[in-house]
């Protein structure tokens, strides 16, 4: 049996149909950063929420790291198990808010994957790991830190985050104020590159444009 050839011309491999396993699924399409939000707060957490915590390893779950639709179901179920359940039931995303050192621990990129593809929009925390924080804008999701950490006290599950001029703001480099029982003012110390990318709503959306704009 020829398992390999020689590469094919554009016009042929546009042809091609891939054979896939059954549970081996395409990466999602996501959408690009809308100019305004207004997201509940699913999970309040503490300080060092790993990426384990955040998406489970081990036999139950890696069986489906190339099916992101269904290896959300285990997304946070160490920290509540209803997490999947009540994301896919917001309408328009949703974000969630933690202490320190968010994302500590495995650099697995699935722990962004996941949480993204079940309309994860915003992420609102005392301070990131520093690869997480990256998976997180790779996939579209926009890490804030509090300008003020009496706020982490005062927010509480089920409270809902609006912004608006959203992406007129982060081009801008100024705070970004969440309208919720009060204002709460966050900062992205992200890159221009990084904001691109969010914007764009995640790393493959970019390239995509990038590629679609030099051509």
Same mark, same amino acid.
């Given at each position: 049996?020829?398992?390999?050839?020689?590469?094919?011309?554009?016009?042929?491999?546009?042809?091609?149909?891939?054979?896939?396993?059954?549970?081996?699924?395409?990466?999602?399409?996501?959408?690009?950063?809308?100019?305004?939000?207004?997201?509940?707060?699913?999970?309040?957490?503490?300080?060092?929420?790993?990426?384990?915590?955040?998406?489970?390893?081990?036999?139950?779950?890696?069986?489906?790291?190339?099916?992101?639709?269904?290896?959300?179901?285990?997304?946070?179920?160490?920290?509540?198990?209803?997490?999947?359940?009540?994301?896919?039931? /917001?309408?328009?995303?949703?974000?969630?808010? %933690? $202490?320190?050192?968010?994302?500590?621990?495995?650099?697995?990129?699935? =722990? !962004? +994957?996941?949480?993204?593809?079940l309309d994860l929009r915003v992420v609102?925390?005392?301070?990131?790991?520093?690869?997480?924080?990256?998976?997180?804008?790779?996939?579209?999701?926009?890490?804030?830190?509090?300008?003020?950490?009496?706020?982490?006290?005062?927010?509480?599950?089920?409270?809902?985050?609006?912004a608006d001029n959203l992406r007129r703001?982060?081009?801008?480099?100024?705070?970004?104020t969440l309208d919720c029982r009060w204002?709460?003012?966050?900062?992205?110390?992200?890159? /221009?590159?990084?904001?691109?990318?969010?914007? %764009? $709503?995640?790393?493959?959306?970019?390239?995509?444009?990038?590629?679609? =704009? !030099? +051509?």
């Open positions: 049996m020829k398992l390999f050839g020689a590469p094919l011309a554009a016009e042929q491999a546009r042809t091609v149909q891939l054979v896939k396993g059954p549970n081996i699924r395409s990466l999602p399409d996501f959408d690009p950063l809308p100019d305004q939000l207004e997201l509940r707060v699913l999970l309040k957490m503490g300080d060092d929420v790993s990426t384990d915590e955040i998406l489970p390893a081990g036999a139950r779950v890696l069986p489906y790291r190339s099916n992101i639709q269904r290896i959300g179901d285990f997304a946070f179920e160490r920290i509540d198990r209803g997490y999947a359940e009540r994301a896919r039931a /917001a309408r328009g995303g949703h974000s969630v808010v %933690a $202490g320190r050192n968010y994302g500590q621990g495995s650099s697995r990129e699935h =722990a !962004a +994957a996941a949480p993204r593809n609102l925390a005392k301070s990131f790991a520093r690869i997480h924080r990256q998976n997180l804008v790779n996939y579209g999701i926009l890490p804030l830190t509090f300008v003020n950490e009496a706020d982490y006290d005062r927010l509480q599950k089920d409270d809902v985050l609006r703001v982060l081009k801008s480099g100024e705070d970004i204002a709460v003012r966050a900062r992205h110390g992200l890159t /221009a590159l990084q904001i691109d990318v969010i914007l %764009a $709503g995640g790393l493959i959306n970019w390239r995509r444009n990038e590629s679609q =704009a !030099a +051509a």
